[in-house]
């Protein structure tokens, strides 16, 4: 008798990927259960990716090794589309981009997002930091889309760009302090500038700075108007939604936390903002069944 192959059954390959996406503790590794097997693997590939080409700046000892780093990653894109990989995680993405036709510029944008990391410590204007969230975050949901499988339309993929610089920003008011103390400032200057706001005010956490206060209100706006742009570019059809279900799940989260923060935007200095698991649970159960809904008032009204 065949037995169907068990999670700790996957090949040595696969098994690699999984760990580094669990080791993560990300919120869109909660977000791969809602897949299928043949979708997870892939998504757990690219995650895996993502995650090493991150890594291979924010963990390097000094920028000689990181840009050392890069240039492998960017040898292992092109590798990857030519068939001839070395690294593991490579290995397993090569059958997941040949499978779900992912285009190479994505791959070699993300890449170059990193890399922005070590030149850039900091943003003059927004527009120079959207197209860093476009480069590490957007391109990550063009790939996801692909994935899931979803019928891709220029208003789908709008939304995934969207929403991949709606998470990114969230991220980014988070994770203000962290970031400040590796010497690196995503907020623009510009915003800093119109506030009045100096980089001590934004390593501080004075509940009486009213500027610093505004400035954050300012910012979860704008991440606030991106999540808006993301939900109303995306398919209304139960069948793509369906698709798309891990997407949504994952935005739902991110777009929790920043409803936390805006509850209490000085909570940020105080530690980093995030949901339990129960939190996550119910925001799932709350998106299913909102779909769930949709889809009975559809069946009734037809």
Request: proline share 3%.
């Amino acid at each position: 008798m065949i037995r169907p192959r068990t999670e700790d059954q996957r090949p040595k390959a696969q098994q690699i990927c999984h760990q580094i996406c669990k080791k993560s503790g990300s919120n869109f590794f909660y977000s791969f259960y809602l897949l299928g097997t043949k979708k997870r693997h892939a998504l757990e590939a690219f995650y895996a990716f993502c995650r090493l080409v991150d890594d291979a700046v924010d963990l390097a000892p000094n920028e000689t090794e990181a840009q050392k780093n890069l240039r492998f990653w960017r040898n292992e894109v092109e590798a990857i589309y030519a068939g001839a990989p070395m690294h593991p995680v490579s290995k397993v993405l090569k059958d997941a981009v040949a499978v779900f036709a992912i285009p190479k510029k994505y791959l070699e944008e993300i890449v170059t997002g990193c890399e922005m990391d070590l030149s850039k410590k900091s943003y003059a204007t927004f527009a120079e930091l959207n197209l860093y969230c476009y480069r590490v975050a957007s391109c990550v949901g063009l790939v996801c889309i692909r994935i899931f499988g979803a019928t891709l339309t220029e208003k789908l993929e709008q939304g995934s760009i969207a929403l991949g610089k709606a998470l990114q920003l969230t991220n980014i008011i988070r994770d203000i302090v962290t970031d400040l103390g590796q010497g690196r400032v995503y907020i623009p200057a510009e915003d800093l500038k119109r506030f009045g706001v100096s980089l001590s005010d934004l390593g501080g956490a004075n509940s009486k700075n009213l500027n610093l206060i505004d400035l954050l209100y300012f910012e979860i706006e704008r991440a606030k108007k991106f999540f808006a742009g993301a939900w109303s570019q995306f398919p209304t059809e139960k069948k793509e939604r369906r698709k798309l279900m891990a997407a949504i799940v994952m935005g739902k989260f991110y777009e929790s936390i920043l409803n936390k923060i805006a509850k209490d935007p000085m909570a940020i200095f105080k530690g980093k903002v995030g949901l339990t698991r129960t939190e996550k649970i119910n925001i799932t159960l709350r998106t299913f069944l909102s779909r769930c809904h949709c889809e009975r008032s559809e069946a009734i009204s037809q």
